[in-house]
DNA sequence: TAATAAATCGAAAACGTTTTCGAAACTACC
DNA sequence: GGTAGTTTCGAAAACGTTTTCGATTTATTA
């Protein structure tokens, strides 16, 4: 019951706090008598090295922080999980902390972290974030950062992207190639960077194939906690307004979802009337009728290599060694299903 | 850049450390004056005080550990929001790990928690769980420990349930209520007490009102990465087995949704040839057609009441006492919607 | 056997904080 | 001015570990 210390240990044996320390770590200067007996014991006491003690003492705990907006979330929970795989492999825990998309909770967040002394920070932005002292106090620190999918270019650390605006230009490619003449776009929130990439590649395309770009066509949705409410009331909307419409490019599956639904009830048939590619390919997107054409957005590889970054620079600053910040883009593809399948 | 300690400030102003400590916590001796210059010369250098030291000095990191089966589901996920809520409002951070329904992984991170010292674990079990010896090491280091959902009754913890059974009663009920006098039942896992309640529940419901009990008729899914899909494959071997089915009680809103979409590429009409009820209550079961009925299950409730248990415990163990396991069973409620209306 | 080399150990400092307890300084009162 | 009481401070120990460096013991060699 009674937790058990070095000091335990070396006073049943008789030698000291410093040889059991070193036995318990494989020091070459303690015999291989000694080291079993202090192995043996340590493990019949059950000893455990106490946390605390250690942290102290190497300035370090094999801890780090994760910032994102929303947990509830297909995309950002399958990088948690990528962040915790990774972590796991290579002994570090994940405290984890959710923005709510507030800009005054993340940089309290970001505080207690830096108070907490975690040894590295991930953090996606909350679509509210426009200052970025907070995430410069980090650098100033000299701790890891690493942020990934909404991010701050301006910032000086490394980040996690995939290349949105390639990707929005080869989903709108996509509907201008099946035929689509004029084709709407739902954007997400102002601030975020990959919502402003999504849509200048979404113009870029058009402007390419000769198709007028028309700022009517585009609508804003938050991508909060009702973006299927959102989908479905832009769709709505956008019928209203332009019943011309061929092809929707929409941000996000869900809100791509939300739209289908509010078109279906209005009798619009897709692909045949209007086709439509989502974006982040949710599981339920290859499931839904029909299935949903989409860009596939890698969370869980996202999580991996967000950590996999972290980590190379904790080991870095740990030898000295300065880290020159580093973009790793990752590789997306559109996934063509039936929302663009129009057999001709 | 350099790291500021409470020494550091004491040298600047030819006090000891003692004292400014003190007249950071706001001792009562320490004159107002001394106290001004401290927190003056704090808030410039910019002082944090060093978590690491103070752990080791209080014993306690304000840092509690949670261990989930699947963190991408739309259930933990929200639990994990509520806990995260709940413990940011008393100043305690979350460590996160993911069991993979896993046996040996959550033993093993148990074990990580336990050495990391954290002040108490939260854990809702993986499916292959059978044995709790790491379950009673926490308790027998006289940490606080607090199960939700997938419990197992033995363990001498407190735990947040819902009644699975009374739930699963209900729902059955209802099935029949609305005349189903045939109905399924696809159950979950063999292991998980909940999945045990949910088919006894389910059970009993058909006895209590004399229609017989068929074992041919309950299905299992594993409801892991491939629900939806467990779900279609079951609805479509239930057709082949059993054509005279007039209602399913379905495990788990994915799975039901599943088995949904496979009966409505098999021609069957949803809700009058087959009544559906789901379980949890997933954001899209009100979304898509026919919508479904199914059980609120709540997560964020459920996980903001295992914290607050968590926090009475860790209070109770500061102050000497000893706490009485409590089981703590949340309200749910029956949603009636489409996959259930017969208009007769 | 003496000198040297190798093997084995432990004292002590350090990490930065909290808290106890005694000492010093100051105030008030007769 | 002396006593008692109050206010203000700081020395020191403690939390449990890691690591340096010197000391001691044992083995090796000429």
Chains 1, 2 share one sequence.
């Not at 102290?56 to 801890?63: F, G, H, Y």
């Not at 940089?107 to 953090?123: A, C, F, N, P, T």
């Not at 689509?180 to 979404?202: E, M, T, V, W």
């Amino acid at each position: 019951m009674k937790i058990v210390t070095l000091r335990d240990i070396a006073e049943q044996l008789n030698i000291s706090v410093t040889t059991v320390s070193k036995a318990l770590k494989d020091y070459p200067d303690v015999s291989k008598k000694t080291k079993m007996q202090v192995r043996e014991l340590a493990k019949t006491l059950n000893y455990r090295p106490n946390a605390f003690a250690v942290n102290l003492r190497t300035k370090e705990s094999k801890t780090i922080g994760l910032i994102i907006p929303v947990i509830v979330h297909h995309f950002f929970s399958n990088v948690i999980k990528g962040i915790i795989s990774q972590a796991e492999k290579k002994g570090y825990l994940v405290i984890i902390l959710q923005s709510d998309e507030s800009y005054t909770l993340e940089k309290k967040q970001v505080e207690l972290l830096l108070s907490q002394r975690v040894d590295g920070i991930i953090i996606s932005l909350a679509n509210e974030t426009a200052k970025y002292n907070h995430l410069n106090d980090i650098i100033a620190q000299d701790k890891p950062l690493v942020m990934f999918d909404k991010i701050a270019k301006i910032v000086k650390c490394s980040k996690i992207i995939i290349d949105d605006r390639k990707a929005a230009y080869l989903a709108t490619q996509h509907l201008i190639d099946i035929g689509c003449k004029r084709i709407a776009h739902f954007r997400g929130a102002l601030l975020p960077q990959n919502s402003i990439d999504r849509f200048l590649g979404y113009k870029k395309a058009l402007l390419d194939n000769n198709l007028p770009y028309d700022p009517a066509l585009v609508y804003i949705c938050e991508c909060g906690d009702m973006s299927f409410e959102e989908g479905k009331k832009n769709a709505i909307q956008l019928m209203e307004d332009h019943d011309d419409i061929d092809g929707i490019f929409i941000n996000t599956d869900l809100v791509a979802i939300g739209a289908m639904t509010a078109l279906q009830n209005l009798g619009v048939k897709i692909p045949e009337d209007i086709c439509i590619v989502g974006f982040s390919n949710w599981f339920m997107s290859s499931v839904i009728s029909p299935s949903l054409t989409t860009i596939n957005q890698p969370g869980f590889e996202m999580g991996k290599a967000a950590f996999k970054q972290l980590f190379r620079e904790i080991k870095a600053r740990k030898k000295g060694k300065h880290f020159e910040p580093k973009t790793v883009v990752l590789e997306t593809e559109l996934i063509t299903r039936a929302s663009t399948k129009i057999t001709v």
